[in-house]
Nanobody, 122 residues
Framework: VQLQASGGGLVEPGGSLTLSCATSGFAPNAYAIGWFRQAPGKEREGVLCLSAVGRYSGNSVKGRFTISRDNAKDIVYLQMNNLEPEDTATYYC??????????????????WGQGTQVTVSS
Protein backbone atom coordinates (compact mmCIF):
# COMPACT_ATOMS: atom_id res chain seq x y z
CA VAL A 1 0.00 0.00 0.00
CA GLN A 2 1.38 3.38 -0.99
CA LEU A 3 0.05 6.91 -1.02
CA GLN A 4 2.00 9.82 -2.41
CA ALA A 5 0.82 13.39 -1.96
CA SER A 6 2.00 16.14 -4.26
CA GLY A 7 1.07 19.56 -5.59
CA GLY A 8 1.87 21.78 -2.66
CA GLY A 9 3.52 25.14 -3.00
CA LEU A 10 3.36 28.84 -2.26
CA VAL A 11 0.15 30.65 -3.15
CA GLU A 12 -1.21 34.10 -2.40
CA PRO A 13 -4.31 34.59 -0.26
CA GLY A 14 -7.43 34.11 -2.34
CA GLY A 15 -5.63 31.78 -4.71
CA SER A 16 -6.24 28.14 -5.57
CA LEU A 17 -4.22 24.96 -5.49
CA THR A 18 -4.90 21.33 -6.31
CA LEU A 19 -3.22 18.55 -4.39
CA SER A 20 -2.95 15.02 -5.71
CA CYS A 21 -2.77 11.74 -3.84
CA ALA A 22 -1.55 8.87 -5.98
CA THR A 23 -2.55 5.53 -4.51
CA SER A 24 -1.45 1.99 -5.22
CA GLY A 25 -1.53 -1.46 -3.73
CA PHE A 26 -5.23 -1.68 -2.95
CA ALA A 27 -8.62 -1.50 -4.64
CA PRO A 28 -9.44 2.21 -4.89
CA ASN A 29 -13.09 2.12 -3.84
CA ALA A 30 -12.67 -0.45 -1.08
CA TYR A 31 -11.31 2.14 1.34
CA ALA A 32 -11.90 5.78 2.06
CA ILE A 33 -9.19 8.31 1.32
CA GLY A 34 -8.88 11.30 3.61
CA TRP A 35 -6.96 14.52 3.41
CA PHE A 36 -5.52 15.86 6.64
CA ARG A 37 -3.36 18.84 7.46
CA GLN A 38 -1.03 19.85 10.24
CA ALA A 39 0.15 23.37 10.93
CA PRO A 40 3.22 24.02 13.09
CA GLY A 41 2.39 23.60 16.75
CA LYS A 42 -1.08 22.23 16.05
CA GLU A 43 -2.65 18.82 15.93
CA ARG A 44 -3.28 17.09 12.67
CA GLU A 45 -6.87 17.70 11.58
CA GLY A 46 -9.13 16.09 9.02
CA VAL A 47 -10.04 18.16 6.00
CA LEU A 48 -12.08 16.05 3.59
CA CYS A 49 -12.68 12.39 2.92
CA LEU A 50 -14.01 10.44 -0.04
CA SER A 51 -15.40 6.93 0.12
CA ALA A 52 -17.40 4.81 -2.29
CA VAL A 53 -20.62 6.00 -0.66
CA GLY A 54 -19.95 9.67 -0.17
CA ARG A 55 -17.91 12.52 1.21
CA TYR A 56 -17.21 13.76 4.69
CA SER A 57 -15.99 17.21 5.53
CA GLY A 58 -14.10 18.41 8.54
CA ASN A 59 -15.01 21.68 10.18
CA SER A 60 -12.16 23.82 8.99
CA VAL A 61 -12.68 24.41 5.27
CA LYS A 62 -16.30 25.66 5.09
CA GLY A 63 -17.01 24.65 1.51
CA ARG A 64 -13.86 26.14 0.02
CA PHE A 65 -12.28 22.75 -0.65
CA THR A 66 -13.57 19.83 -2.71
CA ILE A 67 -12.41 16.24 -3.06
CA SER A 68 -12.63 14.04 -6.13
CA ARG A 69 -11.18 10.88 -7.57
CA ASP A 70 -9.87 9.80 -10.96
CA ASN A 71 -10.50 6.07 -10.88
CA ALA A 72 -8.55 5.42 -14.04
CA LYS A 73 -5.41 6.96 -12.56
CA ASP A 74 -5.97 5.98 -8.89
CA ILE A 75 -5.54 9.59 -7.85
CA VAL A 76 -7.58 11.50 -5.28
CA TYR A 77 -7.56 15.28 -5.64
CA LEU A 78 -8.04 18.03 -3.13
CA GLN A 79 -9.10 21.23 -4.87
CA MET A 80 -8.53 24.22 -2.61
CA ASN A 81 -10.08 27.57 -3.46
CA ASN A 82 -10.04 30.99 -1.81
CA LEU A 83 -7.05 30.00 0.27
CA GLU A 84 -6.34 31.83 3.51
CA PRO A 85 -3.10 32.17 5.49
CA GLU A 86 -4.70 29.89 8.08
CA ASP A 87 -4.66 27.10 5.50
CA THR A 88 -0.86 27.01 5.67
CA ALA A 89 0.10 23.50 6.72
CA THR A 90 1.57 20.22 5.63
CA TYR A 91 -1.16 18.27 3.89
CA TYR A 92 -1.32 14.50 4.07
CA CYS A 93 -3.47 11.93 2.37
CA UNK A 94 -4.29 8.71 4.15
CA UNK A 95 -6.21 5.49 3.63
CA UNK A 96 -8.81 4.43 6.11
CA UNK A 97 -8.68 1.06 7.81
CA UNK A 98 -12.19 0.36 6.60
CA UNK A 99 -14.79 1.26 4.04
CA UNK A 100 -16.03 4.57 5.40
CA UNK A 101 -14.60 7.94 6.34
CA UNK A 102 -14.91 7.28 10.10
CA UNK A 103 -15.58 10.98 10.64
CA UNK A 104 -11.94 11.67 9.70
CA UNK A 105 -10.67 10.29 13.00
CA UNK A 106 -6.89 10.04 12.58
CA UNK A 107 -6.64 6.76 14.44
CA UNK A 108 -8.93 5.11 11.90
CA UNK A 109 -6.44 5.72 9.07
CA UNK A 110 -3.58 3.29 8.89
CA UNK A 111 -1.63 4.24 5.77
CA TRP A 112 -0.27 7.73 5.23
CA GLY A 113 1.47 9.59 2.46
CA GLN A 114 4.55 11.67 3.09
CA GLY A 115 2.92 15.10 3.13
CA THR A 116 3.13 18.14 0.89
CA GLN A 117 3.63 21.68 2.13
CA VAL A 118 1.10 24.40 1.36
CA THR A 119 2.02 27.96 2.23
CA VAL A 120 -0.48 30.78 1.80
CA SER A 121 1.24 34.12 1.97
CA SER A 122 1.54 37.39 0.12
Amino acid sequence: VQLQASGGGLVEPGGSLTLSCATSGFAPNAYAIGWFRQAPGKEREGVLCLSAVGRYSGNSVKGRFTISRDNAKDIVYLQMNNLEPEDTATYYCARSAGFGCSALQRTRYNYWGQGTQVTVSS
